[in-house]
Protein backbone atom coordinates (compact mmCIF):
# COMPACT_ATOMS: atom_id res chain seq x y z
CA UNK A 1 0.00 0.00 0.00
CA UNK A 2 1.82 3.37 -1.27
CA UNK A 3 1.20 6.50 1.21
CA UNK A 4 3.07 8.68 -1.23
CA UNK A 5 2.40 8.64 -4.85
CA UNK A 6 4.64 10.31 -7.60
CA UNK A 7 2.63 9.23 -10.44
CA UNK A 8 4.78 10.59 -13.24
CA UNK A 9 7.89 8.50 -13.10
CA UNK A 10 9.32 11.98 -15.43
CA UNK A 11 8.95 15.26 -16.89
CA UNK A 12 10.69 17.41 -19.51
CA UNK A 13 10.68 21.23 -19.37
CA UNK A 14 12.00 23.21 -21.50
CA UNK A 15 15.09 25.46 -19.58
CA UNK A 16 13.49 29.07 -18.03
CA UNK A 17 10.11 27.58 -17.69
CA UNK A 18 7.88 26.16 -14.49
CA UNK A 19 8.90 22.97 -13.79
CA UNK A 20 5.45 21.61 -11.61
CA UNK A 21 6.39 18.01 -9.65
CA UNK A 22 3.29 16.37 -8.00
CA UNK A 23 2.79 14.10 -5.00
CA UNK A 24 -0.43 12.37 -3.18
CA UNK A 25 -0.48 11.21 -0.07
CA UNK A 26 -3.10 9.00 1.50
CA UNK A 27 -2.61 8.92 5.13
CA UNK A 28 -4.02 12.02 6.90
CA UNK A 29 -2.14 11.50 10.02
CA UNK A 30 1.03 13.09 7.81
CA UNK A 31 1.53 16.52 9.13
CA UNK A 32 5.45 17.26 7.44
CA UNK A 33 6.10 16.94 3.94
CA UNK A 34 9.50 17.45 2.46
CA UNK A 35 11.25 17.65 -1.37
CA UNK A 36 14.55 15.72 -1.88
CA UNK A 37 16.84 16.10 -4.96
CA UNK A 38 18.71 13.05 -6.45
CA UNK A 39 21.61 13.44 -8.70
CA UNK A 40 22.98 10.14 -9.91
CA UNK A 41 25.61 8.41 -7.65
CA UNK A 42 24.84 10.96 -5.21
CA UNK A 43 22.58 10.27 -1.93
CA UNK A 44 19.26 12.67 -2.02
CA UNK A 45 19.76 16.25 -1.38
CA UNK A 46 17.07 18.34 1.19
CA UNK A 47 15.31 20.48 -0.98
CA UNK A 48 12.19 22.44 0.84
CA UNK A 49 9.67 20.99 3.73
CA UNK A 50 6.19 22.52 4.86
CA UNK A 51 4.61 21.78 7.88
CA UNK A 52 0.77 20.68 7.09
CA UNK A 53 -0.10 24.19 8.97
CA UNK A 54 0.67 25.98 6.20
CA UNK A 55 -0.23 25.79 2.63
CA UNK A 56 2.37 27.36 1.14
CA UNK A 57 6.30 27.64 1.71
CA UNK A 58 8.86 29.11 -0.86
CA UNK A 59 12.71 29.08 -0.49
CA UNK A 60 14.29 30.80 -4.15
CA UNK A 61 13.38 29.38 -6.79
CA UNK A 62 11.25 26.68 -5.11
CA UNK A 63 7.79 26.59 -4.04
CA UNK A 64 6.09 23.68 -2.19
CA UNK A 65 2.19 23.78 -1.93
CA UNK A 66 0.25 21.95 0.34
CA UNK A 67 -3.80 20.85 -0.56
CA UNK A 68 -4.81 19.10 2.43
CA UNK A 69 -8.30 18.61 1.87
CA UNK A 70 -6.69 17.02 -1.42
CA UNK A 71 -4.00 15.52 0.07
CA UNK A 72 -1.77 16.52 -2.72
CA UNK A 73 1.60 19.36 -2.72
CA UNK A 74 3.14 20.18 -5.38
CA UNK A 75 6.62 21.48 -6.53
CA UNK A 76 7.11 25.02 -8.25
CA UNK A 77 10.58 25.70 -9.44
CA UNK A 78 11.03 29.11 -11.72
CA UNK A 79 12.60 29.12 -13.69
CA UNK A 80 14.01 26.19 -14.45
CA UNK A 81 17.87 25.63 -14.84
CA UNK A 82 20.14 22.75 -16.97
CA UNK A 83 20.84 22.27 -13.38
CA UNK A 84 17.59 20.95 -12.12
CA UNK A 85 17.86 17.96 -13.90
CA UNK A 86 17.60 15.56 -11.20
CA UNK A 87 15.51 12.71 -9.87
CA UNK A 88 12.83 14.32 -7.17
CA UNK A 89 11.56 12.53 -4.32
CA UNK A 90 8.09 13.70 -2.13
CA UNK A 91 8.39 11.93 1.24
CA UNK A 92 5.81 12.64 4.15
CA UNK A 93 6.09 11.69 8.25
CA UNK A 94 3.49 12.02 11.07
CA UNK A 95 5.08 13.89 14.19
CA UNK A 96 2.98 11.48 16.16
CA UNK A 97 4.76 8.60 15.04
CA UNK A 98 7.63 8.11 17.57
CA UNK A 99 9.78 6.35 14.19
CA UNK A 100 10.01 9.34 13.15
CA UNK A 101 9.98 7.50 9.88
CA UNK A 102 9.89 9.04 6.65
CA UNK A 103 7.80 7.86 3.70
CA UNK A 104 8.81 7.98 0.34
CA UNK A 105 7.54 8.06 -3.31
CA UNK A 106 9.12 6.34 -6.13
CA UNK A 107 10.38 10.02 -7.38
CA UNK A 108 10.06 11.59 -10.42
CA UNK A 109 12.73 12.53 -13.16
CA UNK A 110 12.83 15.97 -14.32
CA UNK A 111 15.02 16.36 -17.71
CA UNK A 112 15.62 20.47 -18.32
CA UNK A 113 16.02 20.91 -22.13
CA UNK A 114 18.30 23.62 -23.14
CA UNK B 1 32.64 20.66 7.89
CA UNK B 2 32.29 16.84 7.00
CA UNK B 3 29.30 15.52 5.23
CA UNK B 4 28.28 12.30 5.28
CA UNK B 5 30.01 9.19 4.11
CA UNK B 6 29.24 5.23 3.42
CA UNK B 7 32.21 2.52 2.97
CA UNK B 8 31.90 0.41 0.83
CA UNK B 9 30.66 2.29 -2.38
CA UNK B 10 29.97 -0.62 -3.82
CA UNK B 11 30.16 -4.97 -3.08
CA UNK B 12 29.16 -8.32 -4.50
CA UNK B 13 27.72 -11.21 -1.77
CA UNK B 14 26.80 -14.32 -1.84
CA UNK B 15 22.81 -15.64 -1.17
CA UNK B 16 23.37 -16.49 3.13
CA UNK B 17 26.65 -14.42 3.51
CA UNK B 18 26.49 -11.86 6.06
CA UNK B 19 27.32 -8.31 5.54
CA UNK B 20 28.44 -5.17 7.10
CA UNK B 21 28.06 -0.99 5.90
CA UNK B 22 29.65 1.78 7.70
CA UNK B 23 28.32 4.94 7.53
CA UNK B 24 30.11 8.46 9.48
CA UNK B 25 27.79 11.13 10.37
CA UNK B 26 27.92 14.53 9.35
CA UNK B 27 29.59 16.53 11.93
CA UNK B 28 27.63 17.33 15.59
CA UNK B 29 24.90 15.01 13.99
CA UNK B 30 23.27 12.47 16.52
CA UNK B 31 20.88 11.01 14.62
CA UNK B 32 21.48 8.47 11.94
CA UNK B 33 18.79 6.72 9.69
CA UNK B 34 19.23 3.83 7.30
CA UNK B 35 16.97 3.47 3.85
CA UNK B 36 17.38 0.55 1.40
CA UNK B 37 16.63 1.39 -1.99
CA UNK B 38 15.10 -0.64 -4.81
CA UNK B 39 15.87 0.25 -8.50
CA UNK B 40 13.18 2.27 -9.74
CA UNK B 41 11.52 2.79 -5.96
CA UNK B 42 11.93 5.41 -2.65
CA UNK B 43 13.98 4.75 -0.11
CA UNK B 44 12.86 2.85 2.45
CA UNK B 45 13.63 3.26 6.05
CA UNK B 46 14.95 -0.05 7.25
CA UNK B 47 15.81 1.69 11.02
CA UNK B 48 17.40 4.98 13.49
CA UNK B 49 19.39 5.61 16.18
CA UNK B 50 19.60 8.23 18.30
CA UNK B 51 22.59 8.19 20.57
CA UNK B 52 23.31 4.96 20.56
CA UNK B 53 19.96 3.43 20.81
CA UNK B 54 17.58 2.31 18.49
CA UNK B 55 14.70 4.49 18.00
CA UNK B 56 12.37 3.64 15.32
CA UNK B 57 12.27 0.75 12.72
CA UNK B 58 10.82 -0.02 9.58
CA UNK B 59 8.94 -2.90 8.12
CA UNK B 60 12.84 -5.27 7.88
CA UNK B 61 13.29 -8.69 9.31
CA UNK B 62 15.54 -8.65 12.80
CA UNK B 63 17.97 -10.26 10.26
CA UNK B 64 18.80 -6.20 9.60
CA UNK B 65 20.03 -5.13 12.88
CA UNK B 66 22.57 -2.00 13.38
CA UNK B 67 24.60 -0.32 15.96
CA UNK B 68 25.62 3.56 16.70
CA UNK B 69 29.16 4.38 17.89
CA UNK B 70 29.88 6.93 20.48
CA UNK B 71 31.48 9.09 17.99
CA UNK B 72 27.66 8.40 16.27
CA UNK B 73 29.28 6.76 13.22
CA UNK B 74 26.79 4.15 12.50
CA UNK B 75 26.91 0.45 10.96
CA UNK B 76 23.75 -1.65 8.84
CA UNK B 77 24.42 -5.34 9.08
CA UNK B 78 22.45 -7.91 7.73
CA UNK B 79 22.58 -12.02 7.86
CA UNK B 80 21.78 -14.86 5.58
CA UNK B 81 21.13 -12.19 2.47
CA UNK B 82 18.87 -13.00 0.06
CA UNK B 83 18.48 -12.05 -3.62
CA UNK B 84 16.15 -9.72 -2.93
CA UNK B 85 18.49 -7.53 -0.45
CA UNK B 86 20.09 -6.12 -3.65
CA UNK B 87 20.03 -2.58 -3.93
CA UNK B 88 21.13 0.97 -2.93
CA UNK B 89 21.78 1.26 0.91
CA UNK B 90 21.34 4.42 2.12
CA UNK B 91 22.14 6.36 5.52
CA UNK B 92 21.50 9.69 6.69
CA UNK B 93 22.27 12.20 9.60
CA UNK B 94 20.59 14.48 11.27
CA UNK B 95 20.65 16.60 14.35
CA UNK B 96 18.13 15.60 17.20
CA UNK B 97 14.52 14.39 17.73
CA UNK B 98 12.42 17.07 16.25
CA UNK B 99 10.99 18.61 13.30
CA UNK B 100 14.45 19.66 11.70
CA UNK B 101 15.55 15.51 12.00
CA UNK B 102 13.40 15.06 8.84
CA UNK B 103 15.75 17.37 6.98
CA UNK B 104 18.12 14.67 6.56
CA UNK B 105 21.83 15.01 5.10
CA UNK B 106 22.39 11.64 3.13
CA UNK B 107 25.72 9.81 2.58
CA UNK B 108 26.24 8.39 -1.53
CA UNK B 109 25.18 5.32 -0.78
CA UNK B 110 26.92 1.46 -0.63
CA UNK B 111 25.07 -0.74 -3.62
CA UNK B 112 24.77 -3.76 -3.12
CA UNK B 113 24.69 -6.91 -5.12
CA UNK B 114 23.37 -10.58 -3.80
CA UNK B 115 24.26 -12.95 -6.36
Not at chain 1, 6 to 16: A, D, F, K, R
Not at chain 2, 79 to 95: F, G, K, T, W
Request: proline share 5%; with cysteine.
Amino acid sequence: DQQVKQNSPSLSVQEGRISILNCDYTNSMFDYFLWYKKYPAEGPTFLISISSIKDKNEDGRFTVFLNKSAKHLSLHIVPSQPGDSAVYFCAASAEKDSNYQLIWGAGTKLIIKP
Amino acid sequence: ETGVTQSPTHLIKTRGQQVTLRCSSQSGHNTVSWYQQALGQGPQFIFQYYREEENGRGNFPPRFSGLQFPNYSSELNVNALELDDSALYLCASSLGLSARSYEQYFGPGTRLTVT
